[in-house]
């Protein structure tokens, strides 16, 4: 498959303050790539930006908001002159039972993750028309497959994986390419705050190989990038990803006959969860 090199071309990537998205934005700027940097954290964002190798800027924004999102989108055109690849990373989680969620938070989580790619899509996508580029939504292995004590994080990703292929059928005559990015639990600080609970902590653990590992970061956004230059539909950050889309139809009903025997094993210690947002 043929690449498109990355030396200047303008790249947005949302929730770029941290974890995938700062590891993205820097990958991107050493190779040639424009970036500009969108999230709700802006003396992050700041940091980010001044240590990227090329041109680059921060907006800072809420990607719930289609408002604040269009006027980003006109911004960065005014900016650089054209948007050539938008990354939707940007993502928030929240464990625990449905039965006993907080539901401002699964709420949230919705709101981030599938809305939030929704805005963000229907922002960029006209500039995106104009250059045909490419636009990239971050899912998950969630996208995949369901899990206990993740609901609301699930539904999001099977969403916004939904949600790409229909704007792929939708822009693909306009020139747009549309790529959808699973990744495997990978080592961010969404993961690691995860994990300071000790029933997901367990539960993940006991996930059969190779979904039971944290990953490094670094690996997975080279494949990130490798699929960007690719302009692929698929973009896989662990290698393995790959052969669960063929098994995927067997797998709510695996996870729903071993996931009743696990939550039956906890069931006592759910008080305990921690139930805010992770992200």
Same mark, same amino acid.
């Given at each position: 498959? /043929?690449?498109?090199a990355?030396?200047g071309?303008? =790249?947005v990537?949302?929730g770029?303050a %941290? ?6 934005? %820097?990958?991107?700027s ?7 940097l ?11 930006c001044s %240590?990227?190798?090329?041109?680059a800027d921060y907006?800072h924004?809420? #990607?719930? @908001? ?5 006027r980003?989108a006109?911004? $960065? ?7 050539? #690849?938008?990354?939707a990373?940007a *993502?928030?989680?929240?464990?625990g039972?449905l039965?006993?969620? @907080?539901m401002a938070?699964?709420r949230?989580? #919705?709101e981030?993750?599938?809305?939030g /790619? =929704?805005?963000?899509?229907?922002a960029?996508?006209p500039?995106?028309?104009? /250059?045909? &580029?490419?636009?990239l939504?971050?899912a ?10 993740? /609901?609301a ?8 994986e939904a949600?790409?292929?229909s704007?792929?059928a939708?822009?693909?005559y306009?020139? $747009? ?11 961010t @600080?969404?993961?690691r705050?995860?994990d300071?609970?000790d029933?997901?902590?367990?539960l993940?653990? %006991? ?13 997975a956004? @080279?494949r990130?990038?490798a699929g #960007?230059?690719?302009?692929? =539909? ?7 990803l790959?052969?669960?889309?063929s098994?995927?139809?067997y797998?709510?009903s695996v996870?729903?006959t $071993? &996931?009743?025997?696990?939550?039956k094993?906890f069931?006592?210690r759910f &008080?305990d969860a921690?139930? *805010?947002?992770?992200g």
């Amino acid at each position: 498959m /043929s690449k498109v090199a990355l030396e200047g071309q303008v =790249a947005v990537v949302t929730g770029a303050a %941290r974890g995938v998205g700062e590891l993205l934005a %820097r990958k991107l700027s050493a190779r040639g790539a424009k970036v500009a940097l969108v999230g709700l954290e802006p003396e992050l964002l700041k940091e980010v930006c001044s %240590r990227l190798h090329t041109e680059a800027d921060y907006w800072h924004a809420d #990607i719930t @908001d289609h408002e604040a999102m269009a006027r980003v989108a006109q911004e $960065v055109k005014e900016r650089f002159g054209k948007v050539d #690849i938008v990354v939707a990373n940007a *993502g928030v989680a929240a464990g625990g039972p449905l039965v006993d969620a @907080d539901m401002a938070a699964w709420r949230r989580v #919705i709101e981030v993750n599938l809305i939030g /790619s =929704a805005v963000t899509g229907q922002a960029f996508l006209p500039v995106l028309m104009e /250059s045909r &580029g490419y636009f990239l939504q971050i899912a998950s292995l969630a996208a995949i497959t369901p899990a206990p004590m993740m /609901s609301a994080y699930c539904a999001s990703k099977s969403g916004v994986e939904a949600f790409a292929h229909s704007v792929r059928a939708e822009v693909g005559y306009k020139g $747009v390419k549309v790529g959808v990015g699973y990744l495997s639990w990978t080592d961010t @600080d969404m993961v690691r705050g995860a994990d300071e609970d000790d029933v997901m902590r367990e539960l993940r653990s %006991r996930l059969p190989w190779p979904s039971n590992k944290t990953y490094p970061l670094g690996p997975a956004v @080279d494949r990130i990038v490798a699929g #960007i230059e690719r302009r692929s =539909a698929h973009v896989y950050g662990q290698w393995w990803l790959r052969g669960m889309q063929s098994i995927r139809g067997y797998l709510p009903s695996v996870i729903g006959t $071993v &996931g009743a025997r696990e939550m039956k094993r906890f069931e006592g210690r759910f &008080g305990d969860a921690k139930r *805010g947002l992770v992200g």
